[in-house]
Structures are given as structure tokens and as C-alpha cells.
């Protein structure tokens, strides 16, 4: 197969050259990390605060901090759930839009090929891959798109995004992945240059044990660099392949590894998410990686129809911590819960009843319950060591 080498950080260097390349920064903040390939996010770091602003493709029907011609502007602090952003980054923000209204003109607008239905694998070259996200946590993908393909995932419309700056043709999500041939490679440069830290694989764009990874194993390398350079993983996965990589990760001093249970119900599982482990086998799995000493935790997330008092009693005795969120891509999730047989599930008061019986139950049983962020901290890992 063809090597590409992935062009899209280039273009987007453009767009953010001012602030890339300016010493001091002019936004008076320190630029922490920024990452083109889930749509275009920065993170900013002044004293103990970590601001993150993500550019997604605009659309006059969502909500967000501020929009450009091309894109909504999102904005909130980091590992401060639900506080509301200061005057002074409010102004940051401000400023950082001005200078995207002012350049984005530079941002190509690559024509496309006519969307293509098949699926892809391309192997590609990156540049890097370690993507720092503040105090003392980090980010890798090994992969972007995902063959497990869950028709609500988040990741569509960011991914489709960064695929359009380079000029792709627009595929379903679940039928491309780009396979980063080199990522061990670059880790192992990159471990070299950064302190040690928590590495969060992967959050969002790919699942690090969908089933290319059986051939590829580009997460397993990178696990093996990350082990060797002093760094903690914190994995999460829909897919009982971790297993393969049991003994490697209890060979770090701390790792972690979290299974997305967003249900208890295999019959609603296959409707929302048929290309993923069945939820058996995920709750077992979690149960091999807690007896192998690992630090164990679950997303419910998105929360689905599903008997929540019977999910705490499966989950609690296997984890240290728990995240639970509702579904955000509502609309086009509506005939998954049509097929489900559940359309009452599609709503906010579905959410706050079910969140309601397991926060009140994992409470019960000693699980801790994490914010957006924070997952490292309910796990009682460290930052930088
Ligand atoms: S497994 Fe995760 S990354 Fe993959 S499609 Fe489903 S939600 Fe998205």
C-alpha cells in the first residue's frame, strides 16, 4: 500500500501562524498544544488556568462561543467543569477569533472528489503525534476514523472537517481509517522531548482497539514507547482486544484502562452500536483488566435506554471511576432509538432520570464521579512526575 504523508497540519499552520510563531504569544498565554485533525482546537495555558478553543465547521444551528465565516468557535476552561470563562479569557478567545476572521481567507478550500461510498485504509506518515493538553496530561491517536463506525459518534463532523483541508472525498463515518504507519517512530522522539505525564489514548477521533489494530498494532507500539519513556496511558475502548495487551500494561508502574458501557442491554446495544463488542464481553473484559491491577473505569456515554440500577451492579464492583454523559448528536441519533424501540429515551428528561439512578448508585457502592476532565484525578494518577 501507498504511504500519504498527512498534509493538514501544514494548512493549518497558515491559519495560525501568528500564533505559532510569535515569542511572547500575542494572546498573553502560553499556546500548550493544538491538534488539525479533529477539526481545529488549541489549548492555552496562564498560571493554573487551561483555556480550549475549538474551531468546528459552521452551523448556525448549534451553539457556541462565536463564529467566523467558516467556522463556530468553541470555548471552555479545562479540569473546571461547567465554570464560566473569565474576563481575561473571554478577551483571550476575543482575540483569538479576530485573528481567525482575518486569516482564514488563507485556509484552502481544497475542491473535493464526489463522496465515495466503499471504505478506505490509507497508511500515512505524520509529523507528530503526542498532542499536549495542559497540566501535565497529553492526547495520541494511532489511528483517525474508526471501522467500528457507531452512527452517533461525536468524531463524524470534526473528522470530515480536517478531511476537507486536505481535499478527501466525504465517506460515511465507520468506512475510512487512516493508519499511522509511523507513530511509534515519532512517539519515541517525542517522549524524549516532553516530561513524563498522563496520555489519554484515544479521545474521540478513532478507537485505539478497533479490529485494524489486530494487524496494524500501532497502539500496542506506542504503548511500548510510552512504557519506556516513563509516561501513563489512560485507554478507553469499546473493544475486548485490549486483552491482547494485558501483560504489557501491567508492566507499567500505573496504567489504566476504561470500557465505553453506554448500556446494559445487548438488544439496544446492536442497534446503536453493531460494529462494537458485545456488552458482555466488555464487562468481562473490564473484570480481567481490574483483576490484573489495573486502575479500571467506565463511560456511559452516550447514556442509552437501559436499566441503570442493573448497570451500576454489573460496573461498580470492577472500577474506580465513572463518566456518564447524554447523547449529543440527538437528531441524528433519533432512528437508532426509533429502531430501538425506545423514542421516549431521545430526551433530556430520559437523561436526567437515568444519570440520576447511576450517580446515586456508583455514590453508594465508593465509585468516583469524574468531570469532563478530570478522569486522571478520579483514577488518582498524577500529572507530571
Ligand atoms: S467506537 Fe468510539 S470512536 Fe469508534 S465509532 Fe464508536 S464512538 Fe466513535
Redesign the pocket.
Known sequence: MERTRREVDDRVRELLAPLLDARPSPLQWRLVGWDAEQGISLTLERGDRVLLIELEARDDERDCHARTARFNVCARLAFREGEPLGDGERRAVEQLVAMVRSREGRLPEPPRAAAASGSEVREIEVDRLLIPEGNGHYYLNPYVG?????A?????ERVDLSRGLEGLAPRP??RFVDVKINAADVLRREVRAHRPGIVRI?P????PY?PLERRYAITRQCLEVLRDGGFTPVIL???ALVLRDLDLLASFPIAAVGF?VPTDDDRVRAQF?P??DPIAARIDALARCHAAGLRTFAAIQPALPMDPARLVAQIAPLVRAVRIDRMYALPRALPLYEAAGCPEAATPEFFAATASVLREGFAARGVTLDGPDDLAGALGLTGPR
Not at 452517533?152 to 463524524?156: G, I, M, P, S, T
Not at 474521540?204 to 478507537?207: N, S
Open positions: 474508526c471501522m467500528i463506525g457507531c452517533f459518534c461525536y468524531a463524524a463515518w465507520g484515544s474521540i477521533i478513532t478507537d478497533q475502548t469499546r473493544a465505553s452500536e460494529g462494537a
